[in-house]
């Protein structure tokens, strides 16, 4: 079945600095990405659409500025979380629709630590 | 707002079924059912999608109502393994985002 691959699994860092999460598809092309934050005990909240070639649409409550995505592929979204704070700590998780009537498939999100 | 209604929690005994339901009432014509799992620490793994009629796949059985309005996942023979949040989402086929709302956590046990 498609397959979603996000890296890394797992990343700390201070905080003021950035981090980029990048989320392919392996075996399908993805004209459309997704991407969602999860809180511990919380559900997944989208936070954003990454479109291949366009601007990415965010939610509401999302900062663009702060949450850069880029689509720049039909296997690839990044997503770059500017000057990270420790309120930013998550779980990031994308997903792509494998394909007209296939379901969507997820990654197996970014655990985020800022210190 | 996600359009399902599920119950918070559930437990099922090891080696039986587990059927989880789920509330859908204002489901629209060309709205799709999926089920989806999360295990803890991991992103959501795919289960089941129908339209209308019932589905069957090798990890599951989907049965939706007629009028719509519910459905019910199945997993024949629970194990270990299966304890998860549970998520029920409708959704238009197509590049539309899923919403997820709160699942079932089902818990199974020995």
């Known amino acids: 079945g498609a397959v979603v691959s996000q890296h890394p699994s797992w990343v700390i860092c201070k905080s003021g600095t950035s981090v980029k999460i990048e989320c392919r598809s392996l075996?399908?092309?993805?004209?459309?990405m997704f991407w969602y934050r999860q809180f511990p005990k919380q559900s997944l909240m989208l936070m954003a659409t990454?479109?291949?070639?366009?601007?990415?649409?965010?939610e509401q409550g999302v900062e663009k500025d702060k949450f850069l995505i880029n689509h720049a592929s039909l296997t690839l979204s990044t997503l770059t979380v500017t000057s990270a704070h420790p309120e930013d700590s998550s779980f990031y998780i994308c997903?792509?629709?494998?394909?007209?009537?296939?379901?969507?498939?997820f990654g197996d999100g970014t655990r985020l630590s800022i210190l | 707002d996600a359009k399902t209604t599920q119950p918070p929690s559930m437990d099922c005994a090891e080696g039986r079924a587990a059927n989880l339901p789920c509330n859908h009432s204002?489901?629209?014509?060309?709205?799709?059912v999926y089920w989806y799992r999360q295990i803890h620490s991991q992103g959501p793994q795919y289960i089941i999608h129908?339209?209308?009629n019932n589905e069957t796949n090798e990890m599951a059985s989907l049965i939706i109502t007629e009028d719509r309005k519910s459905s019910t996942l199945i997993l024949p023979h629970a194990t270990l393994r299966d304890t998860a949040v549970y998520y029920c989402?409708?959704?238009?086929?197509?590049?539309?985002?899923?919403?997820f709302g709160k699942g079932t956590r089902l818990s199974v046990i020995a």
């Open positions: 997903s792509a629709r494998g394909g007209r009537n296939q379901p969507q498939h």
């Open positions: 075996d399908f092309q993805a004209t459309t």
């Open positions: 990454s479109n291949e070639g366009s601007k990415a649409t965010y």
């Open positions: 204002t489901i629209s014509g060309n709205e799709y």
């Open positions: 129908g339209l209308k």
């Open positions: 989402i409708v959704s238009h086929s197509g590049n539309t985002p899923l919403v």
